[in-house]
């Protein structure tokens, strides 16, 4: 098993360009830093700079190197790194955290928004902030419903749909939309000092 899953992160990293390595791994050392440092953990759910992270991952690498650079801050995160934003912050364990399904949700956050960003030079402002708001959408979906089933399943705890928002969107998706608005700016900036063509 672990031979397959060695094969399978070779024959992904052999197919990346220096480049490509290059830009994965500081999206993947902002994200880290942005776990490490930037959070505020009043609740169950943090507030956290990662959403913002994600996006960016999306908007200027595309989906297969966002969602790889995502990918390679869950497992450092999982491998020890104290890199996750609620106690222990980092180590196997944390998979039975009901919010790891947002650091599964960046995931998916940064394909979304890459899916619908790359391969087009020419994307209005309209059309990467929709590609902004269906990250978001993906992220809150994995994460919400992650928190579900590990407070539901795993610990039995009775909770209705109305207190699921309350603890894991309604305080955060103002701030949610405010970063992807500033990650919409950050990333037509980036894009055309990256990509002469992007218009």
Wanted: charged residues 10%; proline residues 5%.
């Amino acid at each position: 098993m672990v031979d397959n899953y060695q094969c399978f992160f070779y024959c992904i990293i052999m197919k990346l360009t220096a480049k490509d390595i290059t830009f994965t791994s500081v999206f993947t050392a902002t994200a880290c830093l942005a776990g490490l440092i930037l959070k505020i953990a009043p609740a169950t759910v943090p507030f956290s700079m990662l959403p913002l992270v994600a996006m960016l991952a999306g908007g200027v690498l595309g989906s297969k190197l966002g969602a790889i650079s995502m990918t390679l801050y869950m497992i450092l995160g999982l491998a020890g790194v104290p890199v996750f934003t609620n106690p222990p912050f980092g180590g196997l364990t944390y998979i039975f955290q009901p919010t790891f399904g947002f650091v599964i949700g960046f995931i998916f956050c940064a394909f979304v928004v890459g899916k619908i960003s790359e391969n087009n030079s020419r994307l209005s402002y309209a059309h990467n902030l929709l590609a902004m708001f269906l990250g978001l959408t993906a992220l809150y979906i994995t994460g919400l419903a992650y928190l579900y089933l590990m407070l539901h399943v795993y610990l039995g705890r009775e909770i209705g749909f109305i207190e699921l928002l309350t603890m894991g969107f309604l305080p955060f998706i103002l701030f949610d939309l405010i970063k992807a608005l500033i990650a919409v700016n950050l990333t037509r900036t980036l894009m055309k000092r990256i990509n002469p063509k992007y218009k």
